[in-house]
């Protein structure tokens, strides 16, 4: 029996003709692209496909179309930024890249309605005093398409909430490209089913999202970033958690200094309010009490800008500084907070010295931690090692195998430590309704229900 992460067979679709690629070619001009070095940057290992990159609804809803009727398959992508291999082709199936969607449809004091790359929206909403509910460290890459589409959590979340409830509205594209509009703009809207859910955090099995209205905080007049140190998990929990070993990897791989005692164990807390003043004062409490209560080793804080993006820094390129190190093995896991400490510990024990280095850090006001395994190389035995004993762990203490990065190709037939068959089928029989010839295959559900 073949291992449930190896790659699922192909199914029997249709393959890209020149007539295909002609019909492409009318419909976005310029824009179907066959050449192999661009199609390198979307398509990883893949040289045999082609990437269409629509600028509209309209042509997103062509296309899909068009492939429904013929049977071709499909893989929507955003920023190729996802962690679970969903944004790239299993085998030859068409790339459909929103790139060039990247448009402000509206925008007003509550909400705005927009298909965009994350940074530009960022960007946009900064210059007219808003800010974005979510944060990232993919966001110099990501789409807010891929965004909602694998219903990110991030850096914001113990804040702003998930995007389940920032989301106010969708415009889909589905497989058969009709266009479903659910933009609404209205904070409450109680008729009937919330379709939106079910296409927030689907993955591209469902639909293409091309326009999304979200709801956007004011930008915080005052914000104020800690990152503190600790001795032992206990302590940090009082407040939070964080650990030692991505902080060597940092220093080493990036040359990114600590600025405070080395500790076994950091966080990094951002506050935002209205008033500078009042907050700063709130923050220089909190930081007495924790330094006198719940000892806490060392700190800093900063006020200004560039610092606070470089003590954010130390945390947003964990990802980046562990590929230094040559293959990981990336798992995304949501626990009752006080057993995160004891994942990482119990793992590195049951690997010994099998692993380069075992990482643990995430984000710990949400009870998820980023459990990374290191090796010089892909490494089957040491994957035998880490799988299934991390899913049965997280299972026996009522956890979830992905928090926020969702199943995409990696984990899909995983799926059943976290989610009961009738839920799963009833799942199958969503994806069926929707997308019933299969052409945004191979993601998400398992095998079974493909
Ligand atoms: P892609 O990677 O291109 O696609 C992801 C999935 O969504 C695929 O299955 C794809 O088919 C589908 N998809 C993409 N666009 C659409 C669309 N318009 N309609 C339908 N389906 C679509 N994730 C977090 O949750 N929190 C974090 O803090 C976080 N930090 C990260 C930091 C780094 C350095 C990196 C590399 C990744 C991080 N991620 C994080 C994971 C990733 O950035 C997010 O999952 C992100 O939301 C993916 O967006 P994307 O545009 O790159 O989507
Ligand atoms: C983060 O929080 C991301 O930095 C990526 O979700 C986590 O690389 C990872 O495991
Ligand atoms: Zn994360």
């Not at 005093?129 to 219903?151: E, F, Q, R």
């Not at 497989?175 to 703009?185: F, K, N, Q």
């Not at 940092?250 to 907050?279: M, R």
């Not at 928090?403 to 190709?409: P, R």
């Amino acid at each position: 029996t073949p291992s449930p992460a190896a790659a699922p067979e192909r199914r029997p679709f249709s393959r890209v003709t020149p007539e295909d690629l002609a019909f492409f070619s009318k419909i976005i001009p310029g824009r179907t692209i066959t050449d192999p070095d661009i199609l390198e940057t979307s398509n990883v290992d893949w040289l045999k496909s082609v990437l269409l990159r629509p600028q509209t609804t309209e042509d997103v809803s062509q296309i899909l179309g068009y492939c429904n009727s013929r049977n071709l398959a499909v893989s929507p992508q955003g920023g190729n930024t996802g962690l679970v291999g969903g944004s790239v082709p299993v085998y030859d199936e068409i790339i459909l890249s929103t790139a060039l969607m990247n448009i402000v449809l509206n925008f007003d004091s509550v909400s705005g309605q927009y298909r965009c790359v994350f940074e530009s929206l960022s960007l946009f909403l900064e210059d007219r005093d808003y800010i974005m509910p979510l944060d990232l460290g993919a966001k110099g890459s990501c789409h807010i398409g891929g965004n909602v589409a694998t219903n990110a959590g991030g850096l914001r979340l113990i804040c702003y909430g998930s995007l389940q409830g920032t989301v106010l509205g969708l415009e889909v594209v589905l497989a058969d490209g009709r266009v479903l509009d659910y933009l609404a703009t209205l904070r409450k809207d109680n008729t009937g089913y919330d379709l939106k859910q079910l296409f927030i955090g689907s993955e591209g099995t469902l639909g293409v999202i091309s326009a999304v209205t979200i709801l956007c905080p004011r930008k915080p007049k005052a914000v104020n970033v800690a990152f503190l140190g600790w001795e032992s998990f206990e302590q940090l929990l009082q407040t939070f958690q964080r650990c030692r070993e991505d902080m060597r990897l940092l220093n080493t791989h990036l040359k990114l200094a600590n600025p405070i005692t080395d500790c076994p164990f950091y966080i990094v807390i951002e506050t935002s309010g209205s008033n500078p003043t009042h907050d700063e004062e709130k923050l220089h409490q909190f930081l007495e009490e924790a330094m006198t209560s719940s000892q806490v080793i060392d700190g800093t804080v900063a006020m200004e800008e560039a610092k606070i993006k470089a003590l954010w820094s130390l945390r947003e390129r964990v990802t980046e500084a562990l590929t230094h190190d040559g293959f990981t093995y990336k798992y995304d896991i949501s626990l009752p907070v006080e057993r995160i400490y004891q994942l990482f510990t119990d793992m590195r024990e049951h690997l010994r010295d099998r692993a380069k280095s075992v990482v643990g850090y995430g984000h710990v006001g949400d009870g998820n931690l980023h459990l990374n395994i290191t090796s010089p190389t892909k490494d089957p035995v040491l994957l035998a090692s880490i799988e299934p004993f991390v899913y049965e762990w997280t299972v026996r203490f009522q956890g979830s195998i992905s928090a926020e990065h969702g199943l995409g190709l990696k984990k899909r037939n995983y799926i059943y430590y976290s989610k009961a068959s009738l839920a799963v089928a009833l799942m199958g029989k969503i994806k069926t309704m929707l997308d019933p010839k299969g052409i945004l295959p191979y993601k998400t559900l398992p095998d079974d229900l493909q």
